[in-house]
């Protein structure tokens, strides 16, 4: 695996982190703690972007801290999931899948240019 998908996935472990912090914290130095992991969360952002689409990355982080946040909403905070939640999160995951299989193209890699 190419580091760039490693740098994609650890931003969006971080993101995950972070939102999950912000349903946990209630002193004062636990939002120090929020906010250092938001900066090495944007750090790991910025490094995927270095050799990646950019837009395909923020597609992949977007994505997959929606669908994260609403499973870990589900099954650490006993929020409720419904069949609506769930079509709108399988449309978010086509979406990414999409972006990401497009990128296989050659045109793509060299940013559409001919």
Request: with cysteine; aromatic share 14%.
């Amino acid at each position: 695996m190419k580091k760039e998908w490693i740098y994609v996935m650890l931003t969006c472990l971080m993101e995950l982190l972070w939102l999950m912090g912000f349903n946990i914290a209630f002193a004062w130095w636990h939002w120090l703690l929020i906010a250092g992991v938001i900066s090495i969360d944007f750090y790991f952002l910025s490094k995927a972007c270095e050799n990646l689409p950019a837009g395909t990355v923020y597609a992949i982080f977007a994505g997959i801290g929606t669908l994260g946040t609403a499973l870990m909403d589900y099954v650490l905070f006993k929020g409720e999931i419904d069949a609506a939640k769930i079509f709108f999160m399988l449309i978010l995951v086509a979406g990414v899948i999409g972006l990401k299989l497009s990128d296989q193209h050659p045109e793509a890699k060299q940013g559409g240019r001919t």
